[in-house]
T-cell receptor, first 115, second 114 residues
């Protein structure tokens, strides 16, 4: 069965510092991996995805993520955090060899960027 | 494009009542899905569809029905509401091709079951 783990409920970082939001996954086949962001009382917005190809994926608002197959991780990173990055971040996975279109989301990590 | 729209934005139901949450998209996406979001649980997939006439169950399908008669619409039906169905519901849609596979989410429906 596929699963996603976001081990940190909350990450605090000072403005201007680099940030990392962690995600590990478990699938039996080849994964598609996604990061979404949710601002208060809003739906989720797409940030970036790994489908195939380069392990380093660049996305919206200066975010990037690295697909690491050996460690089954897809951590979200940004070199310099902004206060406006404060939000709830979700990692998601789909097992493309399962024959289904079931996406599994992590429980979310709240990012707080302190001025 | 309006994107993904959901109605109503907020609803209060009594236990045992039924209702339909509406979801529509104008992007001609094949894939549509329904999630519920609960504190500490993330998003959990309820049902999904890969095209008109095709639906399948997600992680938490019990108590919910769906149908997909058109590409644009994917309503979610609660047959007999229970307090455990109090949640925020999100609809999403996507192309299902490799490089185009990105889910677009609606603004959500907040449901309170008393």
């Amino acid at each position: 069965a596929q699963s996603v783990a976001q081990p940190e409920d909350q990450v605090n970082v000072a403005e201007g510092n680099p940030l990392t939001v962690k995600c590990t996954y478990s699938v039996s086949g080849n994964p598609y991996l996604f990061w979404y962001v949710q601002y208060p009382n809003r739906g989720l917005q797409f940030l970036l995805k790994y489908i195939t190809g380069d392990n380093l994926v660049k996305g919206s608002y200066g975010f990037e993520a690295e697909f690491n197959k050996s460690q089954t991780s897809f951590h979200l990173k940004k070199p310099s955090a902004l206060v406006s990055d404060s939000a709830l971040y979700f990692c998601a996975v789909r097992d493309t060899t399962s024959g289904t279109y079931k996406y599994i989301f992590g429980t979310g990590t709240r990012l707080k960027v302190l001025a | 494009n309006a994107g993904v729209t959901q109605t109503p934005k907020f609803q209060v139901l009594k236990t045992g009542q039924s209702m339909t949450l509406q979801c529509a998209q104008d992007m001609n996406h094949e894939y549509m899905s329904w999630y519920r979001q609960d504190p500490g649980m993330g998003l959990r997939l309820i049902h999904y569809s890969v095209g008109a006439g095709i639906t399948d169950q997600g992680e938490v399908p019990n108590g919910y029905n769906v149908s997909r008669s058109t590409t644009e619409d994917f309503p979610l039906r609660l047959l007999s509401a229970a307090p455990s169905q109090t949640s925020v519901y999100f609809c999403a849609s996507s192309y299902s091709g490799r490089r185009q596979e990105t889910q677009y989410f609606g603004p959500g429906t907040r449901l309170l079951v008393l």
